[in-house]
T-cell receptor, first 113, second 116 residues
């Protein structure tokens, strides 16, 4: 059974801090790892990672994948209150029925002014 | 960009009644649609995958007779919660994919179901 574990479960920081969110996984037939940001409603896509060691960057957010150690991190620098959200990690893997996503439990980030 | 809508956004129903939730891809044709359920402070759990014109594939532990999924067209999928009970209260999210790349999923805004 595919497994995706995120840590920490929750995090409270102040504006300007840098945070690192972790995602580890155990899946068979790995295809890609994805990060999402979920505010009050549905998740919005942040990054897709398929190759080890290549950093993906978008503004203050960046992410990297380690396929040997089976984890990924999501970094947010100079955090703002608008970064407050649940960050979800999902792993795409090939199943009998086709490629499927398994989501981690999420990290709830709160950024205080 | 790709937009997915869900209707209704919020529904309250009485125990024993059935509720239908619609998921529409507004500006693209969705080869595949996914239905997820999310409990408070928990992650998304895939319920089923549906392809247009064929029967949905349900995840283990999801009762297909209780959660009826119909993918009647390339832009519409419906989830019907039959004989709803309070434990079915949850946040249901659909996503739609225009192709075979499962990571290319566009999420709807979700539907909050409360069963009293």
């Amino acid at each position: 059974e595919d497994k995706v574990v995120q840590s920490p479960l929750s995090l409270v920081v102040h504006e300007g801090d840098t945070v690192t969110l972790n995602c580890s996984y155990e899946v068979t037939n790995f295809r890609s790892l994805l990060w999402y940001k979920q505010e009050k409603k549905a998740p919005t896509f942040l990054f897709m990672l398929t190759s080890s060691g290549i950093e993906k960057k978008s503004g203050r957010l960046s992410s990297i994948l380690d396929k040997k150690e089976l984890f990924s991190i999501l970094n947010i620098t100079a955090t703002q209150t608008g970064d407050s959200a649940v960050y979800l990690c999902a792993v795409e893997a090939l199943h009998n029925a086709g490629n499927m996503l398994t989501f981690g439990g999420g990290t709830r980030l709160m950024v205080k002014p | 960009g790709a937009v997915v809508s869900q209707h209704p956004s919020r529904v309250i129903c009485k125990s024993g009644t059935s509720v239908k939730i619609e998921c529409r891809s507004l500006d693209f044709q969705a080869t595949t649609m996914f239905w997820y359920r999310q409990f408070p402070k928990q992650s998304l759990m895939l319920m089923a995958t549906s392809n247009e014109g064929s029967k949905a594939t349900y995840e283990q532990g999801v009762e297909k007779d209780k959660f009826l999924i119909n993918h009647a067209s390339l832009t519409l999928s419906t989830l019907t919660v039959t004989s709803a009970h309070p434990e079915d209260s949850s946040f249901y999210i659909c996503s739609a994919s225009p192709g075979t790349l499962v990571y290319e999923q566009y999420f709807g805004p979700g539907t909050r179901l409360t069963v009293t």
